[in-house]
């Protein structure tokens, strides 16, 4: 396991993810003859993600097989995403674009924090930051089951203070989980990983990339809307 292998490898699952987010993009809009924008998600996306959380699932059980798992939720995954963007960017101009800048620009100034050591990944930053995750997730479970019953947990998607707060606080665990990444890959680097290895790093950091980037994408929205 080297650090440019593992670049490497990142650099091909996004390559995927790009590429199967511009389908999903063109996949869930249009526009009228009146050049009026038009936006529908499409059913498959579902699917994508699905494939893609099943593949991610995998991976932590089986991480030989990260080589193929990560295309799998690269292109899985990446449809959505685009179909996502798509839904954000009909109803709120340029939105996008900025959220992929301001994903840029965290992903470097972590990196920054990380290599000069300014943020430590120790035992118990691993801990917190790692609970805090699941806690996120469990939550986003919760939420999505309630919604099949029309219930919902309010402030998750809600432009209020209480909401605004809430995505700040996802996005900065989000952020945060990039030092674990960064540390697992220099880490396993030293510790002479196998090259496989490679491909667990990277699709460990490409799903936080992703999740990092929704969670600036629901941020934003809210604060245009208030």
Same mark, same amino acid.
């Given at each position: 396991? +080297?650090?440019?292998? +593992?670049? +490497?490898?990142?650099?091909?699952?996004?390559?995927?993810?790009?590429?199967?987010? /511009?389908?999903? #993009?063109?996949?869930?809009?249009?526009?009228?003859?009146?050049?009026?924008?038009?936006?529908?998600? !499409? !059913?498959?996306?579902?699917?994508?993600?699905?494939?893609?959380?099943?593949?991610?699932?995998?991976?932590?059980? %089986?991480?030989? #097989? &990260? %080589?193929? =798992?990560? !295309?799998?939720?690269?292109?899985?995954?990446?449809?959505?995403?685009?179909?996502?963007?798509?839904?954000?960017?009909?109803?709120?101009?340029?939105?996008?674009?900025?959220? *992929?800048?301001? +994903?840029?620009?965290?992903?470097?100034?972590?990196?920054?924090?990380?290599?000069?050591?300014?943020?430590? *990944?120790?035992?118990?930053?691993?801990?917190?930051?790692?609970?805090?995750?699941?806690?996120?997730?469990?939550?986003?479970?919760?939420?999505?089951?309630?919604?099949?019953?029309?219930?919902?947990?309010?402030?998750?998607? /809600? !432009?209020?203070?209480?909401?605004?707060?809430?995505?700040?606080?996802?996005?900065?665990?989000?952020?945060?989980?990039? &030092?674990?990444?960064?540390?697992?890959?220099? %880490?396993?680097?030293? &510790?002479?990983?196998?090259?496989?290895?490679? #491909?667990?790093?990277? =699709?460990?950091?490409?799903?936080?990339?992703? #999740?990092?980037?929704?969670?600036?994408?629901?941020? =934003? /929205? %809210?604060?245009?809307?208030?």
């Amino acid at each position: 396991m +080297t650090v440019n292998g +593992t670049i +490497t490898a990142v650099a091909s699952l996004f390559v995927l993810l790009l590429i199967s987010a /511009s389908f999903g #993009w063109a996949a869930s809009g249009g526009t009228t003859a009146d050049g009026v924008e038009t936006y529908a998600f !499409p !059913p498959i996306a579902m699917l994508g993600i699905i494939a893609g959380f099943g593949a991610v699932i995998a991976s932590s059980f %089986k991480p030989m #097989w &990260a %080589k193929f =798992l990560g !295309p799998i939720y690269a292109l899985g995954y990446g449809f959505a995403v685009g179909a996502i963007s798509r839904g954000y960017e009909t109803f709120q101009n340029g939105i996008v674009l900025q959220a *992929v800048g301001a +994903t840029a620009s965290v992903f470097l100034v972590m990196l920054v924090l990380y290599r000069t050591r300014i943020i430590k *990944v120790t035992e118990k930053y691993r801990r917190i930051v790692t609970f805090a995750a699941l806690g996120i997730m469990v939550l986003y479970g919760a939420s999505f089951l309630m919604r099949l019953f029309g219930a919902e947990i309010g402030f998750i998607n /809600s !432009p209020s203070l209480l909401g605004i707060g809430f995505s700040v606080l996802v996005c900065g665990i989000a952020a945060s989980m990039l &030092a674990l990444d960064f540390d697992r890959i220099e %880490k396993g680097v030293a &510790a002479g990983m196998p090259k496989t290895y490679e #491909w667990v790093a990277a =699709l460990g950091l490409l799903v936080t990339i992703v #999740w990092l980037y929704l969670e600036l994408l629901r941020l =934003l /929205s %809210k604060l245009q809307q208030r």
